[in-house]
């Protein structure tokens, strides 16, 4: 394989995560274009130019280069503003790629897609898809369907959006599935450790919205003694005071009897993640419906047990029994039970988490999703 070129439209690599969830688009970009490099390819990743000064290109100490495409003004936009200059975005792309064609595209996101495919349509340079996250439900998946038709290949994060795609006519053999990566020089047992004070602790990661079940994991709480909960995440404004998702988590708090246990640490910088997810007895990944799993794999690799819904995604990371606890989701006090069984069984703990970094360490390396990847876009070019 010589040159691949990633589009990412909307998540440049070079930008910090926008929210704390693992399974950012920016992380991925970044983590793929380094593995591939460390591989021997050459990666270029293409990206809307999001401030004036940005510069054109850009090498980055991984070994990949970044270009900033000019398409519309050099600000953030919303999809919607980002749609309408996909045509730009395109043209810019054919431009390139005449000057320097790449062997294979690989799009990230469903308007990269649409960019990928008008860039390349006149250089026979194949397309992967990967769409990291599929139709709204109840919407026709009309766009996506003509995408994933016209791929060489697509790449799903789940086997759940495998299933998806396929039930949309795509041959099962045109899809494969490869998950999202852990950083595993940065999540580690070793290192150091954000403070604490009660005896025993429980932390959950997320942006603060009602489908990650927060309020249950509060409720669960409320049956748990000397424990606190440490729920990181930024809030849909940006702030926590006044948001009325904290607003509400707070006041159940208060009901439950918890209020003075339960902390809110705001948004957490990346780098920042691992200390405090060392700081757990036990990490909690309580959403009600789609998620990548990612969070509760960085906590394992962090040497820390995981208790986790059985929601769409998390069925793929996490083994129950195996690497850690599942429980179905909105149910409190099945969610109590595993809290509790970890927290008070120490030598199940160390069980769970010897056999979580054993699965971690050999599934999921960011050298091993980029060599499964190269092994798509040489199917691809065939």
């Known amino acids: 394989m010589g040159r691949i070129a990633l589009v990412s439209g909307q998540a440049s690599p070079l930008m910090a ?8 688009l920016n992380v991925y970009v970044a983590a793929l274009s380094a593995a591939l490099c460390g591989l021997g390819h050459d990666v ?15 090498r980055t100490p991984a070994g990949y280069e970044v270009v900033h495409v000019l398409s519309g003004p050099p600000k953030e936009l919303s999809e919607d503003e980002a749609t309408v200059r996909v045509a730009d975005f395109a043209r810019s792309l054919r431009a390139d790629w005449h000057r320097k064609r790449p062997d294979v595209v690989h799009a990230q996101g469903c308007l990269s897609g649409i960019t990928a495919v008008l860039g390349a349509h006149d250089t026979q340079v194949p397309v992967v898809q990967t769409f990291h996250a599929l139709a ?4 026709e998946p009309t766009v996506e369907r003509l995408l994933a038709q016209t791929a060489a290949h697509v790449v799903a994060v789940r086997t759940d959006e495998a299933d998806d795609v396929v039930s949309m006519g795509i041959p099962r ?41 927060f309020d249950d994991l509060i409720v669960a709480l409320s049956t748990l003694d000397h424990t606190e909960l440490v729920i990181a995440g930024g809030s849909a404004t940006g702030h926590l005071r006044g948001d009325a998702e904290v607003r509400r988590l707070r006041a159940l708090a208060r009901v439950r009897g918890v209020a003075s246990r339960v902390a809110f640490t705001g948004h957490v910088r990346y780098h920042q ?29 962090c040497g820390v047990p995981v208790v986790v819904t059985a ?25 109590a039970e595993a809290l ?32 499964e990847m190269a092994q798509v876009y040489t199917a691809a070019l065939s």
């Not at 270029?44 to 850009?58: C, D, K």
């Not at 993640?273 to 906590?299: I, K, N, W, Y």
């Not at 769409?312 to 006090?333: E, K, S, W, Y």
């Not at 971690?360 to 390396?365: C, G, I, Q």
């Open 17 to 24: 995560p926008s929210g704390l969830d693992a399974g950012s």
């Open 44 to 58: 270029v990743v293409y990206t809307r130019r999001t401030g004036p000064r940005a510069p054109s290109r850009v």
């Open 136 to 139: 709204v439900p109840h919407r």
């Open 173 to 213: 053999a045109k899809v494969s599935v490869i998950p999202h990566g852990v950083d595993l020089a940065l999540f580690t047992p070793h290192g150091s450790v954000a403070p604490r004070d009660r005896t025993r602790r429980i932390v959950t990661v997320g942006r603060l919205l009602p489908h990650q079940g």
């Open 273 to 301: 993640l691992p200390a405090l997810l060392r700081s757990a007895d036990v990490v909690a990944c309580t959403p009600r419906h789609g998620s990548f799993g990612v969070t509760a794999l960085e906590a394992v690799a």
């Open 311 to 335: 929601a769409v995604g998390l069925l793929d990371a996490v083994a129950h029994d195996q690497i850690g606890l599942r429980v179905p989701p909105q149910d409190p006090r099945a969610l």
């Open 340 to 371: 509790n069984r970890l927290l008070t069984h120490t030598t199940r703990r160390a069980l769970l988490v010897a056999a979580g970094r054993e699965r971690v360490r050999a599934r999921y390396s960011w050298d091993r999703i980029a060599s």
